[in-house]
């Protein structure tokens, strides 16, 4: 593990800041082609709605079907060449979308495979950079790495999706995932220089068990933390009620309230702004109340946050305001929730098990997020949009109650729950 000392900034490190630069320009890349592939689907291709919602479920449906596997071979693999090789294959698909499109041969299907295989390298990417984290950084600064992090990601969700609209106005939406692939190649090559690290070390000394016994322990240190086990159960509930809320936030916005484009697109950026809060306040709120009240609260704001949006009528500039305030205290509470639970995992979790314990949640977590999209469709057909997004936000608040009940709530510090290496130890 590279240690530092504790130093003012955590750019000090300069592992850390290799790290956060790389991932600051894929985060900005991605929200590129956040817009512009869909629009490479709808306005180049003639996608049909189906089209459009299998384009959508392949980006996290890898979670569900190779994550926990993936999390087994993270454990046993070094994790840098890992992150190298995730970027190098994300470059090299999504630079066939603009190559296919000016040789005049792309096509939906063309489409469909490379999103696909851009998810699964995302499932490889995301888990073993969660993984990895903790070995450049020490423990005690892990919410502030990934408060940074997610800022990052926060600040790009601000400003990618306006330069994607004007970039694609410019040369078109397929020319503007190229810029998305060459961000992928730029970051492979930073992430080089981050220093090597080898295979997970393991407490047996005859080899890794079966793949199914590998899961089986990944889950146990799972079940028998109190705070991972709480956790992931609300991480379910959060990411079932959150994607209800977001399939249908579009069409609320549009076709219920009457938004034209351009409110709509100050609606997003508002809560963009209100995701970078999140990010920037969370190791404050950690300081200030403690880990279980922190999570707790920052459970609390999505419900608020769109249960005072299902109450939006008209496209009124007070309207837009209204919807605008809702969002960012929608979105408000997820960066908080996240750093904290993250960081608080890799903490306590040994060295030997970040990949699978990493892999169980981000599984549940992304991999419901398709689930919660159908759900929110199915029960918009049946309620509409207005009072599917209201019922949506009530179940918004199942998780905090949820950790309001656990002994959770009374955590304040990581040494109240267990020693960082002590989770997996044994």
């Known amino acids: 593990m590279v240690t530092h000392g504790r130093a003012d900034s955590i750019f000090r490190n300069k592992a850390f800041a290799v790290l956060w630069s790389s991932q600051s320009i894929s985060f900005l890349g991605t929200q590129l082609t956040y817009v512009a592939l869909p629009l490479t689907a709808v306005a180049v291709l003639d996608a049909t709605p189906m089209e459009v919602g299998l384009l959508n479920a392949l980006e996290t449906l890898p979670f569900l079907l190779f994550g926990l596997f993936v999390g087994v071979m993270v454990d046993r693999w070094a994790r840098r060449p890992i992150l190298v090789w995730a970027h190098a294959v994300r470059f090299a698909a999504l630079a066939w979308i603009p190559v296919a499109y000016v040789l005049d041969v792309l096509t939906i299907e063309q489409l469909l495979v490379v999103t696909f295989v851009v998810g699964v390298m995302t499932v490889f990417f995301e888990i073993a950079y969660l993984s990895y984290l903790p070995g450049l950084v020490d423990r005690d600064r ?90 992931t159960i609300a991480v379910f509930f959060l990411s079932l009620f959150f994607s209800s809320v977001m399939a249908l936030y579009f069409l609320f916005l549009i076709r219920e309230a009457g938004m034209g484009a351009a409110a709509v697109g100050l609606i997003v950026a508002g809560g963009s702004v209100g995701g970078l809060a ?126 309001l009940l656990s002994p959770v709530r009374r955590m304040r510090r990581l040494a109240d729950h267990a020693e960082p290496s002590s989770v997996g130890s044994t």
């Not at 068990?209 to 028998?224: I, K, N, S, T």
């Not at 008209?314 to 408000?332: I, Q, Y």
């Not at 009072?387 to 950790?403: C, E, K, N, Q, Y």
């Open 278 to 403: 999140g990010a920037l306040l969370a190791e404050r709120l950690n300081a200030w109340l403690g880990i279980g009240p922190t999570l707790v609260t920052a459970l609390m704001l999505p419900g608020f946050g769109f249960l005072l949006l299902s109450f939006v009528e008209g496209a009124s500039a007070g309207a837009a305001l209204l919807a605008g305030a809702a969002t960012f205290v929608g979105f408000l509470g997820i960066p908080i929730f996240d750093v904290t639970v993250i960081s608080s995992r890799q903490s306590i979790t040994a060295e030997h098990l970040q990949g699978r314990v990493n892999a169980t949640q981000r599984s549940l977590s992304w991999g419901t997020l398709s689930l919660g999209s159908l759900m929110g469709g199915a029960l918009a057909g049946v309620l509409g949009l207005e009072a599917t997004i209201r019922w949506s936000a009530v179940g918004l608040f199942v998780p905090a109650v949820l950790l």
């Open 142 to 231: 892990l919410i502030d790495a990934n408060g940074k992090l997610q800022a990052s990601s926060s600040v790009a969700e601000v400003a990618g999706p306006g330069l994607a609209g004007g970039l694609i106005s410019l040369i078109g939406a397929p020319l503007v995932i190229a810029i998305d692939a060459v961000s992928y190649l730029v970051s492979a090559l930073a992430l080089l220089r981050l220093p090597r690290d080898g295979t997970p070390p393991r407490r047996e000394q005859s080899g890794p068990p079966p793949v199914w016994a590998a899961l089986r322990e990944g889950f146990a240190v799972v079940g028998r933390s109190t705070l991972l086990r709480w956790c």
